[in-house]
């Protein structure tokens, strides 16, 4: 009993301790995830983009990311990086922006970002606005082609 208490005390006291006493699920956040825009008139009103994920082993994925703010000013930003995966989730520091990160958060059926930086003004290295907290949903399961997606057809066309 005393071993019992002592293996509790020790789990417990360095984080391997859940709350539902059974750990959480793995999340394997491998597959395509999209935004939709709000379209009015045949144009796209609001953010739009894409996120595709690819575990490479538990703790590592390659991403291609893209999001767009939409009519008026379609201003976008995109990367294409591997990055640690932990916790259900993935951090991306822009090159050069110690001061912020974004954070993909994964469940099931869809993938949230976040943006974290020490200056409220700041674009994480973005456009001005690109950059918001939202959700995308996930459209496929099925391991994605890890390309830059910044001119892949996602960008309307001028003219």
Request: proline share 8%.
């Amino acid at each position: 009993m005393i071993k019992f208490c002592l293996l509790y005390l020790l789990l417990s006291s360095s984080g391997f301790y859940w709350p539902s006493g059974t750990p959480p699920e793995f999340i394997d956040p491998t597959g395509t995830y999209i935004l939709k825009g709000v379209i009015e008139k045949n144009v796209i009103k609001s953010h739009y983009g894409e996120l595709r994920v690819k575990l490479l082993n538990r703790q590592l994925a390659a991403v291609c990311f893209y999001i767009n703010t939409g009519y008026p000013d379609y201003k976008s930003g995109s990367f294409l990086d591997t990055l640690p995966y932990e916790e259900d989730h993935l951090q991306y520091k822009p090159p050069g922006k110690d001061d912020c990160s974004l954070f993909f958060y994964f469940g099931p059926q869809a993938a949230e970002i976040q943006q974290a930086y020490a200056d409220p003004h700041s674009s994480c290295g973005f456009a001005k606005d690109v950059i918001i907290s939202t959700f995308f949903k996930k459209y496929s399961d099925e391991k994605p082609v890890i390309q830059d997606l910044s001119m892949h057809g996602m960008v309307p066309d001028a003219g």
